[in-house]
């Protein structure tokens, strides 16, 4: 995987900087103030090991930046009548001590497809999106791609906790509900970034068949 870069800005009681993350569809990094931080989810990102910030300078809880806003643009994969063309997808997302909102907003073609203002993860927020667009119009990221799924049990992260099984295509088609996933679960290629769009992206299908645990996107209530 080669890395990507989104630029964007920071903000909180302090004050707006402009960021730029990077991203290789794994590990997440960006640089505030001076200071370096790294993690898998976006509400996960620690100060990197060497660069400790200085007292005040950010809000943390458990070791990771909240109480700040995240906000960024990047370049996003869609099939438009089964042609591949790229959208603008606009994100903001909260960082609280409770729970963090996401908002997503589609830029395509001079129209704006958004999310709800406070949706709690990207799987939602996207499958949100996915389902306002036009007939024809499909996402093409690892949340839509046929090789894709959650470990089968309650709750997920607010991103990065998607496995891909990009390893075991065959096997995880014929897969069809928890137990099939769980015992394809250590051939996973390793766990992405719902955002994230690799070469061998495959459309999920539709009607559900061979999805899995979590089934089609977007499934009726994500």
Known sequence: MTDESWSGWYRDAKGSDAVVLTTDGQQLRIRIRGVDFEGESFDGLGPVAGTPPESGTFAFADGVLTDCVLEWDLPLPVLVAGALRHATLSCLLSLRRTDPDLHLALHLDGAVYESARAERDFAVALAA????????????????????????????????????????????????????????????????????????????????????????????HA
Do not use: M, N
Not at 180 to 207: K, M, N, Y
């Open 129 to 220: 999106v996915q389902r306002i667009l036009p007939d024809g119009v499909r996402i093409q990221t690892c949340i839509a791609c046929a090789f894709s799924d959650y470990f089968p049990a309650p709750g997920r992260g607010l991103s990065g906790g998607l496995a891909c099984f990009r390893g075991a295509k065959d096997a995880y088609r014929g897969s069809a509900g928890e137990g099939d996933v769980l015992g394809l679960w250590d051939r996973r290629s390793g766990f992405v970034q719902e955002i994230w769009s690799c070469r061998e992206f495959e459309l999920r299908p539709a009607d559900g068949a061979g999805t899995g645990h979590r089934g089609a996107f977007p499934l009726e």
